[in-house]
């Protein structure tokens, strides 16, 4: 009880001190409070940012840089390997290749070409970027194999025999000599070939080795092979993460062989990673490069070779303090939309509230209940003002529709009884000359009499009071029988209606002046035989009569206007049966029943009645 009573005291204090402070007030404390907290995150999420980007940039570079390497090292592996099959020993025998360099006077050339083209085919099989094969003597006479085909299966190479005296005499042909059987890895432009013509030259790295005599140890001729690394250069430029990052591929001695690094930049980290003692085939850091800071990230997966990685430490910072910007930006825009989103807040709950006692005050001096007020949002607020709205509309349908519609009922049933004195006259004639044409034997003339009768007698009693649709339809088929005395077979009527609705309960004259109007209007100027369906039928809590003629249509600018004349817009036709049996429908039940038309020139017109499902 005492825990109670304190936590209601605690509120009631609460309460009572919210309620000494103003709602715009509360609003700005609140506002206070979350600019406080939003500060706070913003602060947090800086430090964070900060820290994520430098991680997520240093592994997208060394993923990078890994990539680019396993493509160019495969490369380079491949042509390590095929620059020594020409001393590579089978069953301890030399190579064809090996003899006719050794001992070019006791083979011939013959051999030379047969043994290459046979090895090449092999190993283009087995290393598909290799472009290019040549085996040269110390005279720069020689054979080659190349192969353009780059995404091919199947390969088809071409082998060239080569003349002397040229390639000999290149600088890469004199490089290779001294080097006693090590390869030497080329640049595509530190490679001169006359004679030999490689598409893409460009895109290719180039090994060379001199092929030793095993007696003398002695240069005896020299084989090149190149292979194609545009995959690695497309990989980097794919995926590199700032436009002016710049890739590297050089040996120990800072020798550039792919990428556009600086020189200045390739002796700057040698020298760095020399004088470091970690010695890993990989890894990170940074170094500054003729006054700018450059972060180098490398691989040194192929020995005596390094694939780095050059970004330029002002991208990664650039970067951070964008972001930095954003987000200060972000503090500063949110800290105004927030001003403007409590004034708002407070606008949005003042003036309606102002708005609904001035609609009351103006309701109260006009005595004006068809007043409302426009709101078409979807808060508490806009509930109350939809409850308010329809409160003054309920009021004055009670004031003004309630009393307008009684009128116009003591109206029509005023016209009734005015209009009963002329029908009763008319009903006693009838029977009068009905009567003398059956004594002169005309039966034809006395049937249409007693029919008209009937119908007469069935308006005159009781007009308001409703019958059930089993009397309406046999009225109805009255009518119908009347019109084929005096219009014989020009037409067919068919009437179909569900056994369910007979009991139900309708008034008078409703599908009567439907046909009458199908009849003269839709069917009667036809020259072949028209046809008329009545069809009713129970839909859910209502009953539906549909009316179908085959007729010529009505026109849809006409069809629009005699819709509009329907419900009283305008005044452009002078027959009243349609409108009548309409507005009666609407008088009795109100708006969701009544009738529509739905007509197609050259097909016909349907006239459809829906009426509430009644039983008493």
Sequence with gaps: MRQRRLAKIITEWQYGLLRTVSIKKRLFIIWGVVLLLMNFALFAMLSSTINNHEAYVSMRCTQLVNAVADQVKAGITSLLSVTKYPVVQINFLPTDTYNYLAHPDSYSKNVLYSDLEYKSTMLFEQNREIRLIAVFDLNGSGSYVKNNKKY?????????????????????????????????????????????????????????RAIMSVESFEPIGVILAAVDVSVGTAVYEESKVFDDQRLGFFDADGKLLMGSMSQAS???????????????????????VKGKDFLYHYSSSLDGYYFVLETPYRQILSDVIRQKMILFAALFVGCILLGLAIIAIVRSIVRPVKSLADTCNDIVQKEDFSISI????????????????????????????????????????????????????????????RTKAYLSGQQELSDMTLLLVNLLRYGISAPAKPVSVEEEILKLQEYIALQHQLYGDRFTVSVNIEPEILGCKMHKFVLQPLVENALYHGVNDMKSIGAV?????????????????????????????????????NEKFTSIGLKNVHRRIRLLYGEPYGVTIASEVNVGTMITVTLPLRRE
């Design 533 to 569: 369906d009545v069809l009713g039928y129970a839909d859910g809590d209502r009953i539906i009569f549909q009316i179908t003629d085959n007729g010529s249509g009505i026109p849809g600018e006409l069809l629009e206007d005699l819709r509009e004349y329907m419900e009283n817009k």
């Design 374 to 433: 426009a709101d078409p949002f979807c808060d508490e607020l806009s509930e109350l003002t939809a409850a308010f709205n329809a409160m003054t509309r309920r009021i004055e349908y009670l004031i003004y529709d309630v009393y307008e519609k009684n009128m116009e009922l003591t109206d029509t049933q005023l016209q009734l009884l005015r209009s009963q004195v002329n029908p009763h006259f008319l009903y006693n004639t009838l029977e009068t000359i």
């Design 266 to 288: 390739v002796d700057a980290f040698l020298a760095a990673l020399g004088t470091s003692t970690n010695g890993s085939p990989a890894g990170s850091f940074r170094l500054t």
């Design 152 to 208: 091919t299966y199947m390969i088809s190479p071409n082998q060239q025999p080569l003349q002397g005296g040229v390639i000999n005499n290149e600088p890469w042909f004199a490089d290779t000599l001294p080097e006693k059987g090590s390869p030497l890895v080329l640049r595509p432009d530190e490679v001169e070939l006359n004679g030999i013509y490689l598409s893409d030259k460009e895109e290719m790295l180039f090994v060379s």
